[in-house]
């Protein structure tokens, strides 16, 4: 990926204001599909390049079959393509919002980590004084 991306505060504002309720159960739906470990694990295999079912198992260590159902849940969710090959089928990310979701949200998960680990540190130093 080497596509830059700015998201400017005044758009998210005017996202925030803009949005119509309606729209909220769908952006909640997102949110579950991003709520699970394992499609987390197949979006960043995904990120990689396309892989094949049989590639994503291995990567993952997990079953074909647990596999294929979460990669079917992604596809009706239009976040991943897929197409076929033979016998082979073969799985991409379809929108990439995804990809920036997960990284500002592990971004800010280690900044709050650390921040807690910075007032732990300080706090058990101050206790030692």
């Known amino acids: 990926m080497s596509k830059t991306v700015i998201i400017k505060e005044e758009d998210v504002k005017k996202w925030n204001l803009n949005m119509p309720d309606e729209?909220?159960?769908?952006?909640?739906?997102?949110f579950k599909l991003l709520s699970e470990p394992m499609r987390l694990k197949i979006f960043r295999v995904l990120c990689e390049r396309e892989h094949t079912v049989?590639?994503?198992?291995?990567?993952?260590?997990a079953s074909q079959a647990n596999i294929s159902k979460h990669l079917?849940?992604?596809?009706?969710?239009?976040?991943?393509?897929?197409?076929?090959?033979?016998?082979?089928?073969?799985?991409?990310?379809?929108d990439e919002s995804i990809v920036y979701a997960c990284y500002l949200t592990s971004k800010s998960?280690?900044?709050?980590?650390?921040?807690?680990?910075?007032?732990?540190?300080?706090?058990?130093?101050?206790?030692?004084?």
């Open 23 to 30: 729209m909220l159960e769908a952006v909640s739906n997102r």
């Open 72 to 94: 079917a849940l992604m596809h009706d969710n239009g976040v991943v393509n897929r197409r076929k090959e033979g016998l082979k089928c073969y799985y991409r990310i379809a």
């Open 54 to 61: 049989q590639e994503i198992v291995n990567k993952v260590n």
């Open 109 to 129: 998960v280690v900044e709050n980590l650390q921040d807690r680990l910075n007032w732990v540190q300080n706090v058990n130093t101050n206790l030692h004084n």
